[in-house]
Every structure is written in structure tokens, then in C-alpha cells.
């Protein structure tokens, strides 16, 4: 009997422990980069590999992922894609220095009724309604000055493990 009642005790113990039935996934950031105003020479587009490579980058104990070379003036469209699995999506906040960068992006109709009065869309803060967990939009960006610049996408969720970031750098050159 005392054998039953430990063993009992042990596995509500540790079934009490769990935080919830369902695994736990860190969102998921993904996406492409496309130019959109090509650059061509004669019949060949010159900027047609700018693309996200597998070149890491590190700045200030940062990892950042490296974009090929573009230039001032150059647009660059980022087809993201946010995904928290099984949570709910909270937030995507989109960083950058707006010296250095315009960014802008387009959000569809259902996305921008998903969005709560905390949102600030001018500034990158998007933050969304309970029942949402994935968003997906164009995110364009076009550099204003040489040098390197970095642009940061960060996705929150309600999971175990709620924030996800991926940094980008990106080296600009004059024309």
C-alpha cells in the first residue's frame, strides 16, 4: 500500500509540474530577399545573386546574417513570414535607423483588423489580438547612405519560449 501511495504521490508531482499538455516551440522568422529595381548591363541583371547567404557577421557580440552588397537608392523587398506554431503571435517589432534606411512595408486588410491600438505601424510595432499565429507581408527597405546597416525582426508569443529575432547586416555602396 505504502508502495502504491508513493508512487502515486510521485506522478502528481510530476504531471503538476508541466506547464501544458502541448509542446513548446520557440516563432519562426523565415523569408526572401528579392530587388526590386534590377540593375541590369546589357542583357544581364548585375544585382541577381543579393540574396541572403549563409555568411555570419559579428558586430558588438552580435550574429548578424550578411546581405550581399547593394546600393544607395537600391529597394529590396523582404517576403516575411512570422509563425509561433501552436501559440499565439503577440508582437513583431521591426528595428532599424531610420537615418540610414527607409523601411516600409504592406499589410492586408485581415492583418491590419488583427492589430491592437498598442500597434505603432510607422515605428515597426506591430501587436496583435489573441487567436493569431502567423502573419506574413512584403517588408521593403531602401538604404540612404553607405556603410553598413542592420535591420532587426523580432517575433513574440505566449510559448514557454516567447522570443525569436533575426539580424540582418547589410553593406552599402555609392553607386
Not at 25 to 42: A, L
Not at 44 to 50: E, G, K, R, Y
Not at 81 to 92: A, E, I, P
Not at 95 to 104: A, P, S, T, Y
Amino acid at each position: 500500500m505504502r508502495k502504491l501511495f508513493l508512487l502515486l504521490t510521485v506522478v502528481v508531482a510530476m504531471t503538476s509540474c508541466l506547464e501544458s499538455t502541448e509542446p513548446q516551440f520557440s516563432p519562426y522568422i523565415s523569408g526572401s530577399f528579392f530587388y526590386v529595381n534590377p540593375v541590369f548591363e546589357g542583357d544581364s541583371m548585375v544585382n541577381a545573386q543579393d540574396t541572403i547567404t549563409d555568411l555570419f557577421y559579428d558586430a558588438d557580440d552580435e550574429t548578424y546574417d550578411l546581405l550581399d552588397t547593394i546600393y544607395i537608392g537600391d529597394t529590396v523587398m523582404f517576403a516575411a513570414k512570422f509563425y509561433t506554431y501552436n501559440s499565439d503571435l503577440v508582437s513583431v517589432k521591426i528595428n532599424w535607423d531610420k537615418n540610414h534606411m527607409d523601411v516600409w512595408y504592406f499589410l492586408t486588410d485581415s492583418t491590419q483588423n488583427a492589430l491592437t491600438s498598442d500597434s505603432d505601424t510607422t515605428n515597426g510595432k506591430l501587436v496583435f489580438d489573441p487567436g493569431y499565429n502567423a502573419v506574413s507581408f512584403p517588408l521593403y527597405f531602401t538604404p540612404l547612405v553607405k556603410g553598413g546597416l542592420n535591420l532587426k525582426l523580432t517575433v513574440t508569443s505566449t510559448s514557454y519560449y516567447p522570443t525569436t529575432s533575426a539580424k540582418f547586416y547589410i553593406p552599402v555602396q555609392k553607386k
